[in-house]
Antibody, heavy 119, light 104 residues
Framework: QVQLQQWDAGLLKPSETLSLTCGVNGSSLSGYSWSWIRQSPGKGLEWIGEINDSGTSRYNPSLQSRVTISVDTSKTQFSLRMNSVTAADTAVYYC?????????????WGRGTLLTVSS | VLTQSPGVLSLSPGERATLSCRASQSVFTNYLTWYQQKPGQAPRLLIY???NRAAGIPDRFSGSGSGTDFTLTISNLEPEDFGVYYCQQYDGSYTFGQGTKLEI
């Protein structure tokens, strides 16, 4: 059974950099795209970006200047890096697998990790 | 923009729930998805391509619609069906509706 493993994000101060990793257990990264999504009370569910198994990434235009998603196929992990965080980035961050091939939806989710940005 | 209605739906077990998702522009049917989320949990895939149930989803869940109007119907509600339901679309970027809270 494929599972996505997330580790705690914890607490950051404004202007610091967020680094999150999602481990894919029970599957390789091939054949899928992989995504980060966040959820905050104020903005609901928000897509951050995605990366495919070839390493090509795409981002939400509203975040792309601050976000990088990368993949480590040897470790079957993919990562999110977001710089210059502010209180507005406080949210639960989810990693998810994307089903493509004529359709686009998130069929597998990590448990989520809460990021709090506060001085 | 995806607009879901109603915001809150209060129903009893055995009743039918009808949840609406309206898009500001036409959505390709293959790119309309529904999720269920319970407190403290990640969203769970229910329906993809507007009307296809995901693996393990009971047949009391059904999706329909096209263009700008989509519907999730839950017939014969069970107590475990409470939660928040989201629609999601893809047009090169992914957007979610604001959710409908289903109270049993």
């Amino acid at each position: 059974q494929v599972q996505l493993q997330q580790w705690d994000a914890g607490l950051l101060k404004p202007s610091e950099t967020l680094s999150l990793t999602c481990g894919v257990n029970g599957s390789s990264l091939s054949g899928y795209s992989w995504s980060w999504i966040r959820q905050s009370p104020g903005k609901g569910l928000e897509w951050i970006g995605e990366i495919n198994d070839s390493g090509t990434s795409r981002y939400n235009p509203s975040l792309q200047s601050r976000v990088t998603i990368s993949v480590d196929t040897s470790k079957t992990q993919f990562s999110l890096r977001m710089n210059s965080v502010t209180a507005a980035d406080t949210a639960v961050y989810y990693c998810a697998r994307i089903r493509t091939r004529g359709r686009r939806f998130f069929d597998l989710w990590g448990r989520g990790t809460l990021l709090t940005v506060s001085s | 923009v995806l607009t879901q209605s109603p915001g809150v739906l209060s129903l009893s077990p055995g009743e039918r729930a009808t949840l609406s998702c309206r898009a500001s522009q036409s959505v390709f049917t293959n790119y309309l998805t529904w999720y269920q989320q319970k407190p403290g949990q990640a969203p769970r895939l229910l329906i993809y391509a507007a009307s296809n149930r995901a693996a393990g989803i009971p047949d009391r869940f059904s999706g329909s619609g096209s263009g700008t109007d989509f519907t999730l119907t839950i017939s014969n509600l069970e107590p475990e069906d409470f939660g928040v339901y989201y629609c999601q679309q893809y047009d090169g970027s992914y957007t979610f509706g604001q959710g409908t809270k289903l109270e049993i």
